[in-house]
């Protein structure tokens, strides 16, 4: 019994703590002119609350697709059915409530609010495939039981708790850093004309799914093969260091819009 509640207690750690870790960046890098803390919140809580309808439409797909979903060894799979609705579904989510609101008014805010929607959306997938208790809950939901497969358990276990760390080191910060380059377009969409601005999103969306996509498909391909720990945190640090620029081009350009004189040292707005 005891065993199996600090399993329980480590793996809902090791779910939690990465997406935690990320936000706290996140917020970091959005210091000098920070965000309400409810906003992220909501944007946090909205970007969980999407995923069991974005698992709906993952599984209506693939059975749409049936065999051809794995085609080019899960190329379709990985790209089609999953990185496409989940990013797609993110995108959806910040421009319907955080992007039209009056708090969405800097370029960084795109990758701030559309991080943290996808971080929300990484941690009920965390808790659902490494929680126990929390699969439980879920899957105890009638219309939701019948998403519940292999990866979904009744308890946690060692196997669950390796599974977060991977997760932690991998998963977690590939959907931040996809969900965060697409939030960079949607940061750059908010101040060009209106007309203009689904192109931006487009253009963000493409490099979201493109990056999710390939994580996803590497792991489909691969499996187990050894080198997948080699090119899983090789694609997370390129991908990182790409999301690190947009980032500073961001903050570059609230520079110039806003000016320093429009926050202190300790971030705050002044004036």
Known sequence: MWSSLWFEVIGFVVAVFPVALLLFVFRHAD????????????AVLLGAAVCVPVFFVEVALK???????????????????AALPEEAAKLLVVLLVPYRRRYFDEYTDGVLYTGAVSLG????????????????AVCAVPWIAGLCGAETSPHTDAQHVVLGLVRALTTVPM???ASGLMGYFVGRSRFVRRRHA???????????????GSY??????????????????????????????????????????????RRNSRGSLVG
């Open 121 to 136: 959306f990484g941690l009920f997938e965390n808790l659902l495939f490494v929680s126990g208790a929390f699969a439980n």
């Open 63 to 81: 059975r749409a697709l049936g065999s051809w979903s794995l085609l080019g060894a899960h190329f379709v799979d990985a790209f089609a059915v």
């Open 198 to 212: 689904p192109r931006w999103w487009a253009l963000g969306l493409l490099v979201a799914v493109m990056v999710h």
């Open 175 to 177: 959907h931040a850093i």
């Open 31 to 42: 210091r000098w002119r920070p965000e309400p803390k409810r906003e992220v919140v909501r």
């Open 216 to 261: 996803d498909w590497l792991v489909f391909a691969l499996g187990r093969s050894p080198v997948i720990f080699i090119l899983l945190p090789a694609l997370v640090v390129v991908t990182g260091f790409g999301l690190r620029g947009a980032l500073r081009h961001a903050l570059a350009l609230d520079e110039v819009m806003l000016g320093p004189e």
